[in-house]
């Protein structure tokens, strides 16, 4: 039962998140415009606080973690699918394997676990979540700038 609730929590606010339009002149610009808005969006919302309870009551309630932990990887994987989505049409991304439609579903996981998941995990131990605002740019920028070196070199699949 605990699961349901915390289950219709993480699926409202993934549902709830709305992205931007990508903006800036290159795809790298549009891509870091776009993480830095997930990024910060994940720690100004309720994520994280849902992420410590899950992992809190893992002992008392065994299928909690994994099941939200494994639908909100879904459903975030799906948002970022969009994301990449948008930022491709507009320039040379659309023509990289990576962003084959085959391959877009792998190609979005890869972009979120380099440029969210370590803020997140950073913040599951931070008491002040505003602590980590300042690091989010230049942590999404080192990020991105891998992430499109790998996905021009043929390295994503």
């Known amino acids: 039962m605990p699961a349901a609730v915390v289950m219709r929590d993480v699926e409202a606010h993934i549902a709830a998140f709305e992205s931007p339009s990508p903006s800036g002149a290159t795809s790298e610009e549009r891509l870091a415009n776009l993480g830095a ?8 919302g309720r994520t994280v606080g849902l992420m410590r309870m899950a992992v809190a009551e893992a002992q008392r309630f065994p299928d909690l973690a994994s099941t939200v932990g494994a639908k909100a990887r879904e459903l975030s994987t799906e948002l970022g699918v969009h994301l990449l989505e948008q930022v491709a049409q507009s320039d ?3 023509s990289l394997p ?3 439609p085959e391959r877009l579903r792998t ?3 890869l ?14 131990y931070e008491v002040n979540l505003k602590t980590l605002d300042a690091e ?3 942590h999404v920028a080192r990020g991105v700038a891998f992430f499109l070196a790998a996905c021009r070199n043929g390295s994503m699949s």
Not at 111 to 124: G, I, K, S, T
């Open 92 to 94: 040379e991304l659309s």
């Open 111 to 124: 972009f979120l676990d380099l440029v969210a998941v370590p803020m997140l995990l950073r913040a599951l």
């Open 107 to 109: 190609t979005a996981r």
């Open 136 to 138: 989010i740019d230049a």
């Open 98 to 100: 990576a962003f084959a």
């Open 37 to 44: 808005a997930v990024v910060h969006e994940v720690l100004a």
